[in-house]
Every structure is written in C-alpha cells, then in structure tokens.
C-alpha cells in the first residue's frame, strides 16, 4: 500500500497536480489497489481533518492579517521605522526591514507583508536611486519575517499537524525573529556601504510624537496576541478573532481606511485563500491516516537512526531537507509532507518540537525569496519592475544571513524554549 | 457564460458570509465568557460548522481562477505537446477524485443525518453535505474552466 501511495504522490506532484488534489487522489489510489477499506473514509478523514476549533485559528489569522493591509496600518509602521532607521546608511533598506518586522507582529503571513510593505518603500527606494533588483530582494527578504516574527500562519499550521501548542511556538518565535531582523539590518548596512547609500533627511512632517501616536494603535495588536495568549486570557483562536475585531475597529472608525462597502471583499478573498490552504489540510489528513496506520514515520526515523542518532547531525540533514523543501514546495504543502515523518525522527532523537517548529518555520521561510517559487520574490518583481533572476541575485546575501541564524540555531538549540 | 458567472458570485458570497459567520460566533463566545461569564459551547461548534462548510464552498471556485497551489514548474517548462498530455491526465485525475468525493461524500451525510451534534443538536449530516456540494460545484467550475477557451474562440470567429 505504502509503494503505491507514494508512487502515485511523486507522480501527480511532478505532473502538476494541485497539491491538496495529489494527496487526495494518492490516498484513494493507494486504499483501492492495495487495502479493503471501504473509500467512505477519504471525506470522513477529509471532513475530521477540519472538524476542530484550533484550527479556526488560521482563517482568522488570514481574515486579521487582510484588515491590517486594507486598514493601511503599514503606512503608519513605515513612518516609525523612518523615525528610528532613516537616518542611518541606506535607511530606505533599514526601514523596510523594520517595517516588516513590526508588520510581522501584527501579520501572520510572508507574501501580505512583502506587498503591504513593498508597495510602499520599493517605489521611494527606485527613487532614491537604489537598483531595482537591490530594492526587490531587501522586501523580499525582510518580508520573510511576517511568517516568522508571532502571530505565524505557518505556526499555527505547524502546530495543529504536530500537535504542537501554538501559543509556545508563538512565545518561542519572538527571539529568533528579532535576531533575524537584526541580521537582516546588518547586510543592509554592508551592502549600504558598498554601494553608496546614504541616509534619508528627516523631514518637517515627522515630528516624533506624531508618528509613534499615529502608529501606537497599530503596535497594540501584537500586545492583545501575545499578551492574552500567554497570559491564558485567550485561546490562539480566540486572540485572532479578538484581533480581527480590533483591526475592524481602528479601520472603520479610527484611520477610517476600511468601509462598509469594502468588508465584502476582504471577507471572500480571506474565505478563498483559506479554503485553499484548510482543503489541502483535509486531504493531508486522510493522506496521514495512511501512512500512520503504515507506519511509515517509524520505519522512516529507523532507517535514519540506524545511519546516526547524533541531534546535530540529524538537524544539519534535516535543514538541507527543508531548504530544498521550501525551495521547490509551498510552506503549507511542505509542512503537511515533511512534518509527520519529522515529528517522529525528531521526538525519538530528543529534540524539543517546540524549538523544532520553530526552527522549520526559519528554514522554510527561506524558499519565499529563492526562486523558482518564492511567492515573495513574484510580488517583489512586480513592484520593483525588475527580473526575478536579478532580485534573487541581489537576495543572496539576505540568504546567507537567515542560513547563519539556522546554524547557530542548530548549535544553540536551547536559546528558542528559554521563555516557553 | 453569465450562468458560472452568477453562480460564482453566489459561491463566493456565501463563502465570504459563512467565514464572517466564523468571525461573529468566536467574538461572541469570547464576548460571553468575559462578560457573562458564561461559555457558549454551541457557538464554538456552530463556527466550526461554518468554517467547514466556507471551505469546500471556497475551495470550489478557487477551481475557476486555478488558484489550488501546484508544483507545475516542470510543467511549465516542458515541450508543448507534453503540457497539453499532462493538462489532460490532470483534469481527469481531478475530475475522477471530485466525482468519487462527491458520491462518497453524499453517502457519509446521509449516515450522518441520524446522528446530531453534541451542543447544538443539529444533525451532523447538514454539515457533511458541504463534502457532496463543494465537490459538485468544484467539479462544475473545473469542467467550465477547461472548456471556455473553446467558446471564447467561437465568439471571435
């Protein structure tokens, strides 16, 4: 049963079936030719997949992050990153960073922070004279940090298939997200250097107070997320739907950004995108009904114990793994493919599956800017007007920022569940 | 094609109302908890019930702008003839997957029919038919997908 599951997931996947569709059709092929299981059970797997309130959480994680764009908080985070990295070299690369950073602590999602942030600095950068590709990738890597820096999609994600707690993952990712926006800076100011790039003028509009007034709405948010769930006020469900209703309310009466007539279409775009990705975690759950009743994951984490038992070895190959995952695959379908059978490799060496996820989270992360399906490097394209090959050869140094964190992660691996 | 057209737009609305029912059944749970001090258990399941019937809706007109994600660089960048064979094994693969989810899917809601939900007393069955009915509109927009190049030729010749 195992041969033809796989066999038939390869080959649809190659094909270009859509993902959620290849795990489907492959757990339906699989039950037909090589078991007597009635296929009743690939909707009942399918339907079970999704009957359970934490997993909620992700499209109104999705439906928060849609408010934040269509409240135009990004335009007051750009503001007060200006204020406090404008005037250093290269500030226009500083503040996008910044931006996305403070973006990622409202946002849970890569491509909306790349968008929400690029549309507004890769216009000024172009502008200031910096090279299109150069003001691509500087987005386009900084962007990354939306999914990293808490509330995570990807963290939700992770921790609904490993049976993770969220609100730990969340906890854990605050000081790996600070350390890479911090790397992050540092290339800037290098590359800064190199290329010439001085410092913005602080202009007569920006008298501080203002800003961080204009902004300190925006910078509640992550507060009411993580404050309510680490202090056991609320469940991570419940703290997106809280913040949703916070989003709502500082757009449509506050900055007045958001109207009635406009809630429409943020509510059926967040409707379709989150079907996408919960379809696909349906079907992944009939698909890992398979391979558990098969134990695939045990004999799997045998073969690889067999070859070395050593935990940093054994991350040193799985980081390899996830970044040629992330490389090729989307987030969401990587983490439905690899976590299952990691989760069991993991948990029998002794690893701890908070700091594992994440570590994944970082390592996957990665494959949004890398072509050839980096989602961030496709909207940093269109922004910037320049080739995808360009952007991803300026990103090569953010690349290897991301890839030092991982190692000292991977040599560190204490530091993530320090605060847990 | 104004039928698929009104039809998605329908889908979609429903899709769209169904995740704001999400959003005003998990606030109101919280709302009750912190003021009453009261835990809505029926609205934690009716926004479940919700959420799933929002994503086979949604996942069923993601088929008409292809937005399901696939790994289809390879594709991409094959010889013509061979994307056009895959275009087709692709479409009878998810064709056949929709149809045999749909048929199943309709047998598990009627079974479910008799049975109904711990809180809010609803029978199961009106949630699992969201499986029968998001596979069929699926399978709909899939087949309009595939087809409309065919008629918009017709129209310009």
Redesign the interface.
């Known amino acids: 049963m195992t041969e033809i599951l796989f066999l038939a997931l390869f080959s649809?996947?190659?094909?270009?079936?859509?993902?959620?569709?290849s795990l489907?059709?492959a757990s339906?092929a699989a039950l037909y030719f090589g078991s007597s299981i009635p296929?009743?059970i690939?909707?009942?797997k399918?339907?079970n997949g999704?009957?359970?309130?934490p997993?909620?959480a992700i499209?109104?994680f999705l439906?928060a992050g849609n408010i934040m764009a269509a409240a135009q908080i990004s335009e007051r985070l750009v503001k007060l990153s200006g204020l406090a990295l404008g005037r250093y070299p290269g500030g226009l690369a500083q503040m996008s960073t910044g931006a996305s950073a403070f973006f990622g602590a409202i946002s849970g999602s890569a491509p909306a922070t790349t968008s929400a942030i690029g549309s507004i600095l890769i216009p000024s950068m172009v502008k200031r004279g910096y090279a299109p590709a150069f003001a691509g990738a500087v987005v386009a890597s900084s962007g990354a940090l939306g999914l990293i820096i808490p509330p995570s999609l990807t963290m939700v994600i992770y921790g609904t298939i490993a049976d993770v707690s969220i609100g730990d993952l969340f906890i854990a990712g605050i000081l790996p997200g600070i350390v890479i926006a911090c790397a992050l800076g540092v290339v800037n100011y290098i590359m800064a250097k190199r290329l010439g790039l001085t410092g913005e003028p602080v202009s007569a509009d920006m008298s501080p107070r203002k800003v961080i007034a204009e902004s300190s709405l925006a910078l509640v948010m992550p507060l009411i997320i993580l404050g309510g769930i680490y202090g056991g006020i609320?469940t991570p469900?419940?703290s997106?739907?809280?913040a949703?209703?916070y989003g709502l309310i500082v757009g449509m009466f506050i900055y007045r950004s958001i109207t009635i007539k406009s809630l429409?279409p943020i509510?059926?775009d967040?409707?379709?995108s989150?079907?996408?990705v919960?379809?696909?975690m349906?079907t992944a759950n009939a698909f890992s009904f398979i391979i558990t009743a098969e134990q695939v994951p045990q004999a799997l984490a045998a073969s690889i114990l067999e070859f070395s038992s050593n935990p940093t070895l054994i991350m040193v190959m799985i980081l390899v793994l996830l970044l040629l995952a992330g490389t090729?695959?989307?987030n969401?379908?990587a983490l439905v493919l690899l976590v299952p059978t990691l989760g069991t490799l993991i948990l029998a060496v002794g690893i701890d599956p908070v700091y594992f996820g994440v570590f994944t989270v970082i390592a996957l992360a990665v494959g949004n800017f890398t072509p050839?399906?980096g989602l961030n490097l496709f909207i940093a394209a269109r922004l910037s007007g320049s080739r995808m090959e360009d952007i991803s050869k300026s990103a090569l140094p953010y690349i290897g920022a991301y890839l030092v964190v991982l190692v000292l992660l991977i040599l560190f691996p204490k530091v993530i569940t320090l605060f847990v | 094609m104004k039928f698929f057209d009104l039809l998605d737009m329908f889908v979609r609305f429903v899709a769209g109302l169904c995740l704001f029912a999400v959003f005003a059944l998990v606030t109101a749970q919280v709302a009750s908890r912190f003021l009453f001090n009261f835990s809505l258990a029926a609205a934690s399941e009716l926004s479940i019930y919700a959420m799933i019937w929002s994503v086979f809706l949604g996942a069923a007109v993601a088929f008409r702008s292809n937005s399901h994600i696939a790994m289809d660089i390879l594709k991409k960048n094959s010889p013509k003839p061979f994307e056009g064979v895959a275009d087709v094994l692709i479409f009878i693969s998810l064709a056949g997957f929709l149809c045999l989810i749909a048929h199943e899917g309709y047998d598990l809601a009627m079974r479910a029919m008799r049975q109904s939900s711990p809180a809010a007393k609803i029978p199961v069955g009106y949630i699992t038919m969201a499986i029968p009915v998001g596979s069929i509109l699926a399978l709909v927009f899939l087949i309009e997908q595939k087809l409309s190049p065919f008629f918009k030729d017709k129209r310009h010749d």
């Open positions: 649809l996947l190659v094909m270009g079936v859509p993902v959620a569709f489907g059709i339906v296929l009743i690939v909707p009942q399918l339907f999704l009957n359970s309130f997993f909620l499209p109104l439906l609320f469900t419940e997106a739907a809280v949703c209703l429409g509510f059926i967040t409707a379709i989150s079907a996408i919960m379809y696909l349906g090729f695959l989307d969401v379908a050839p399906v």
